[in-house]
């Protein structure tokens, strides 16, 4: 996951803009990821990573049928601005690059797959505003904790957002670990779970 905002330092989900998060874009909307918005996405991708991690509207259109789909786009007047494909998954197993988002039937991990902001509008809190709804989503979900695949120097903002270097479970999360390049690292942190209230 390469964050291009780093200025700001089993039913489908459909998280909603929390409280408390000052996004600088008027008129932008937060909602759910749809189909509809992939060429903007698309566009938005290609502006940020270059062609070696672009991912095809076919891999999302797949991604977004997945029940385990969290993902969520800002958009403003009809244009993609930025995204955070993600979903429910489990602790140690990484996602490759082009992979689908397999659901699973006990969830415990919010796997933050790719976010991207058009570089244009860097620096106006885009990230925090896609990251702090997803991280609602998973508090109301019971997710207990949160991973990544950090690529293209990224590490260090994901540290300043909780997570630490982690190892993949097993031989074949590390070769889909490997699908990002040498220098892709996974990691992780751990997620507030509310507390269970009064047993009856």
């Known amino acids: 996951m390469h964050p291009s905002d780093l200025a700001d330092g089993p039913a489908q989900a459909t998280p909603t803009t929390p409280p408390g998060a000052p996004l600088n874009l008027p008129g932008a909307q937060l909602r759910a990821l749809a189909p509809a918005d992939l060429p903007g996405l698309l566009a938005v991708q290609r502006a940020c990573y270059g062609e070696d991690f672009v991912e095809s509207a076919d891999v999302f259109t797949r991604r977004l049928a997945s029940p385990a789909n969290c993902s969520l786009v800002l ?11 993600a979903y429910h998954s489990v602790r140690g197993k990484v996602t490759p690059l082009h992979g689908d988002f397999e659901a699973t039937p006990h969830p415990d991990t919010l796997y933050l797959h790719d976010m991207a902001v058009l570089p244009a509008l860097a620096g106006r809190g885009l990230a925090r505003v896609l990251l702090q709804s997803l991280w609602q989503h998973a508090n109301a979900q019971g997710l207990q904790h949160a991973a990544l695949v950090s690529v293209q120097g990224s590490q260090g903002y994901w540290e300043r957002h909780g997570f630490a270097l ?23 942190k751990p997620l507030a779970v509310p507390a269970a209230g009064p047993q009856p």
């Open 75 to 85: 958009v403003q007047a009809g244009q993609v601005c930025a995204y955070l494909a």
């Open 166 to 188: 982690c190892s993949p479970h097993g031989d074949a999360q590390r070769q889909h670990l490997a699908s990002y390049g040498t220098a892709a690292v996974y990691m992780r």
